[in-house]
């Protein structure tokens, strides 16, 4: 065992080195070691097994790189705080495979159980009052919000997010498995699970970055989650099934900004359980998209399973494929063509949307269409969406 220090501040990496022969094949398996503290250079680590410890923070000027099939295991018991952060100028490079994914875990295996992972970049936001920076919700206290829309925080591919989603300093700031913070357009996410995290599997504070294939399984919040003026435009193939505990399949607004842009995505699967139940059950949260406070978006190819009727006390609310929330937000982004579902198959609601409380909804003509032939996601499935032998896609 021997330590090194990469020109590093405040991180140590302990390992057993791999050796390897003439054909540069490694012959001691798998690297180990433990990740923690600030990583201020380039540092890449070979396929191994690791622990994090800590809150890890990828500094401005750094990269982080780390191997496909990797395995990298939190201990809640260790450390009261765990996370992986790459700030505003940090890049990271997770780059698996399908059959060898980079997979974050928890030992645990108990919901809730760490902070996940969080990116930080320099793309425009437009957050409460139209103001072009805000303060993290996570508890870290970090700014976010810039100036460049093409911003390149690295690359996310074929990586596995596992038990995230704890609450942190005053126990009500919480944390995602995927949080994302004004990420820009150049960054890559692509073939990501987020697996039975205790809040959203995905969130976006605005930002430009885009998603494709992604999987949202078992997350106690909802499936994917966006404000602060988040306007992708290539997003495609998300899938989600809500298991257990789960509240809406998209939380959808816009900070209260009334606004001529939003996102675009294409193949959506948003399935609930039967067995579901709401995060808590004095808020109801069933439908499978949600729309409030400008919230808005241009949705195609849509399947939406399972959004049906909950009863709690005696009293039976019915979910819905979508669910306007507030009288501005019907009046400025339904009538005003900002909300646009096309090709959507619905199965187990009542209506394929309403308006809460006392809110008619009744979108212009070609701005909600329905399909029996829509097919939803289209995503592969390997050992990158299994998880102990179960397929996620389900």
Same mark, same amino acid.
């Given at each position: 065992m021997?330590?090194?220090?990469?020109?590093?501040?405040?991180?140590?990496?302990?390992?057993?080195?791999?050796?390897?022969?003439?054909?540069?094949?490694?012959?001691?398996?798998?690297?180990?070691?433990?990740?923690?503290?600030?990583?201020?250079?380039?540092?890449?680590?070979?396929?191994?097994?690791?622990? /994090?410890?800590?809150?890890?923070?990828?500094?401005?000027?750094?990269?982080?790189?780390?191997?496909?099939?990797?395995?990298?295991?939190?201990?809640?018991?260790?450390?009261?705080?765990?996370? /992986?952060?790459?700030?505003?100028?940090?890049?990271?490079?997770?780059?698996?495979?399908?059959?060898?994914?980079?997979?974050?875990?928890?030992?645990?295996?108990?919901?809730?159980?760490?902070?996940?992972?969080?990116?930080?970049?320099?793309?425009?936001?437009?957050?409460?009052?139209?103001?072009?920076?805000?303060?993290?919700?996570?508890?870290?206290?970090?700014?976010?919000?810039?100036?460049?829309?093409?911003?390149?925080?690295?690359?996310?591919?074929?990586?596995?997010?596992?038990?995230?989603?704890?609450?942190?300093?005053?126990?009500?700031?919480?944390?995602?498995?995927?949080?994302?913070?004004?990420?820009?357009?150049?960054?890559?996410?692509?073939? /990501?699970?987020?697996?039975?995290?205790?809040?959203?599997?995905?969130?976006?504070?605005?930002?430009?970055?885009?998603?494709?294939?992604?999987?949202?399984?078992?997350?106690?919040?909802?499936?994917?989650?966006?404000?602060?003026?988040?306007?992708?435009?290539?997003?495609?193939?998300w899938y989600a099934y809500q298991v257990g505990k789960g509240n809406f399949g998209m939380e959808i607004e816009a900070c209260s900004n009334n606004n001529n842009y939003w996102p675009v995505i294409s193949n959506i699967t948003l399935k609930r359980n039967a067995s579901c139940v709401p995060e808590d059950v004095s808020s109801i949260e069933i439908d499978a998209f949600q729309f409030k406070k400008e919230g808005n978006g241009d949705f195609n190819n849509i399947v939406i399973e399972g959004y049906g009727s909950f009863s709690n006390n005696g009293t039976t609310y019915e979910g819905t494929g979508c669910k306007i929330q507030d009288a501005t937000t019907n009046t400025n982004q339904v009538n005003g063509s900002k909300i646009k579902l096309t090709n959507v198959k619905i199965t187990g609601s009542t209506t394929n949307y309403k308006g809460a409380g006392s809110v008619v909804v009744n979108f212009p003509s070609g701005q909600f269409t329905t399909s029996t032939t829509s097919t939803g996601a289209s995503i592969t499935n390997g050992a990158w969406s299994t998880v102990e032998g179960s397929s996620l896609l389900q």
């Open positions: 021997k330590k090194l220090f990469l020109g590093l501040t405040a991180l140590s990496l302990i390992f057993t080195s791999c050796s390897k022969d003439d054909n540069n094949e490694e012959t001691n398996g798998p690297a180990t070691g433990t990740i923690q503290g600030e990583i201020t250079g380039n540092v890449s680590y070979a396929y191994g097994n690791y622990n /994090l410890k800590g809150v890890v923070r990828v500094k401005p000027g750094a990269t982080l790189t780390i191997a496909a099939g990797s395995v990298i295991t939190i201990d809640k018991t260790a450390s009261t705080d765990n996370g /992986l952060i790459v700030e505003n100028g940090g890049t990271i490079n997770l780059i698996g495979t399908a059959d060898q994914p980079i997979v974050f875990t928890e030992l645990s295996k108990v919901p809730g159980s760490w902070s996940g992972i969080m990116i930080v970049g320099d793309a425009p936001i437009n957050a409460i009052g139209g103001a072009s920076t805000a303060i993290s919700e996570d508890g870290s206290n970090i700014t976010y919000g810039g100036t460049d829309s093409a911003d390149n925080s690295g690359t996310l591919k074929y990586v596995r997010v596992e038990y995230a989603g704890k609450k942190i300093a005053d126990g009500q700031k919480e944390t995602n498995s995927f949080t994302f913070y004004s990420v820009g357009s150049n960054t890559t996410l692509d073939h /990501l699970v987020a697996y039975k995290g205790a809040d959203d599997g995905y969130e976006f504070f605005g930002g430009t970055v885009s998603m494709t294939n992604a999987i949202s399984y078992g997350n106690f919040d909802d499936a994917f989650d966006w404000q602060d003026g988040w306007k992708g435009q290539n997003n495609s193939n």
